[in-house]
C-alpha cells in the first residue's frame, strides 16, 4: 500500500458544515478544524454521532453537504482507502488467521508481497509497541492490550498523517489503559501524527489531547483546551455528561 504522497508527519483535518443523516435518524452537522500534529479527543452522549464523525472523516460514510479537507486536501469523495487514515476500532482491527508480522505487514501491502525493507518496518514497529517477541503469535494468542498494540504497529508501518482511534482501548483496565495512551503519546511524538480519539473517559482526554471536543445531537457544541473544557464546562449538557460519565479513579 502506498500513500500517494500522502505519508509523513500530521495533516490538519477539518469538516467544513458537513452534513449527514443515517437512514431515518437524525440530521447532523459537523464543522470542526483539527491542527497538524494535534491530538483531539472526541466525548459526549451514547449516540451523539462520535464515531459517524470519524466515519465521516475516514470515508465510510459520505456527507449529503459540505466538505472535508485533510491536509489542505479536499477527500470529500475519496474512497476510504485512498483518504491519508488510518483508524482503531475497540476490536476486530485484526484478521484471526494471520500471525502478528502479517497483520502489521497488511499495512505495507495488503496483498501482503512484502519486500526486505517493508519487513524491517514491520519488524521496528512491532520493536516500537514492545512485541518484537511475538511476531509469530496468531491474534488469539495475545491479551486485549497486544492485540491493540499490533493495531498501533500496523498504523505505524502505514505511515498515514492522520489517526483516528474509537474507544480503541476502552475494553481494557485502567492500569492498561493508562499505558497504551502513554504508547499512543510517544508515538504521536516521533511520528506527529494528527490525532483524532473518541473516548468516554475526562481521564483518557486530560492524559494525552490537547483539546477536547464535545458532542451533542449531531453536533461539536464545544471544543476548546481539554483541562479548560472541564474546569468550565459551559453547556449544561457537557456539565450534567461529565457528572455522569466519569470512571472516578
Ligand atoms: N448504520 C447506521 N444506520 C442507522 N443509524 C445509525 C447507524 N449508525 C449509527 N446510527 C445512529 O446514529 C446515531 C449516532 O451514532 P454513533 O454511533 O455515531 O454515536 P456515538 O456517539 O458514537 O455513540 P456511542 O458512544 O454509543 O458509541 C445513533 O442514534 C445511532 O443509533
Known amino acids: 500500500m502506498t500513500g500517494g504522497g500522502n505519508e509523513g508527519s500530521g495533516a490538519g483535518v477539518v469538516l467544513d458544515k458537513v452534513a449527514f443523516s443515517h437512514p431515518g435518524g437524525a440530521p447532523m452537522l459537523f464543522d470542526l478544524s483539527v491542527g497538524a500534529g494535534e491530538i483531539l479527543a472526541v466525548m459526549g452522549p451514547s449516540g451523539s454521532g462520535k464515531s459517524t464523525l470519524l466515519s465521516l472523516i475516514a470515508g465510510f460514510e459520505t456527507p449529503a453537504a459540505g466538505r472535508i479537507l485533510i491536509g489542505g486536501a479536499d477527500v470529500t469523495n475519496l474512497p476510504p482507502a485512498r483518504r491519508p487514515v488510518s483508524m482503531i476500532f475497540q476490536e476486530n482491527n485484526?484478521?484471526?488467521?494471520?500471525?502478528?508480522?502479517?497483520?502489521?505487514?497488511?499495512?505495507?501491502?495488503?496483498?501482503?508481497?512484502?519486500?526486505?525493507?517493508?519487513?524491517?518496518?514491520?519488524?521496528?514497529?512491532?520493536?516500537?509497541?514492545?512485541l518484537a517477541d511475538k511476531a509469530r503469535r496468531l491474534p488469539r494468542e495475545l491479551s486485549g492490550g497486544e492485540r491493540q498494540r499490533v493495531a498501533l504497529a500496523r498504523v505505524l508501518v502505514r505511515n498515514r498523517p492522520v489517526l483516528l482511534l474509537d474507544e480503541a482501548f476502552a475494553s481494557l483496565g485502567p492500569a492498561l489503559r493508562d499505558q497504551m495512551l502513554d504508547l499512543l503519546n510517544d508515538l504521536q511524538a516521533k511520528t506527529r501524527m494528527t490525532v483524532v480519539m473518541v473516548t468516554h473517559d475526562p481521564q483518557d482526554a486530560l492524559r494525552i489531547s490537547g483539546?477536547?471536543?464535545f458532542v451533542e445531537e449531531g453536533q461539536v457544541r464545544e471544543v476548546g483546551e481539554t483541562a479548560a473544557i472541564f474546569s468550565q464546562a459551559r453547556s449544561g449538557a457537557l456539565r450534567r455528561y461529565l457528572g455522569a460519565g466519569s470512571r472516578g479513579r
Open 211 to 213: 483539546r477536547t471536543a
Open 94 to 130: 485484526l484478521f484471526a488467521h494471520l500471525d502478528v508480522a502479517a497483520n502489521v505487514g497488511l499495512g505495507r501491502s495488503p496483498s501482503l508481497r512484502l519486500t526486505r525493507e517493508d519487513r524491517e518496518h514491520v519488524s521496528e514497529a512491532l520493536t516500537s509497541v514492545g
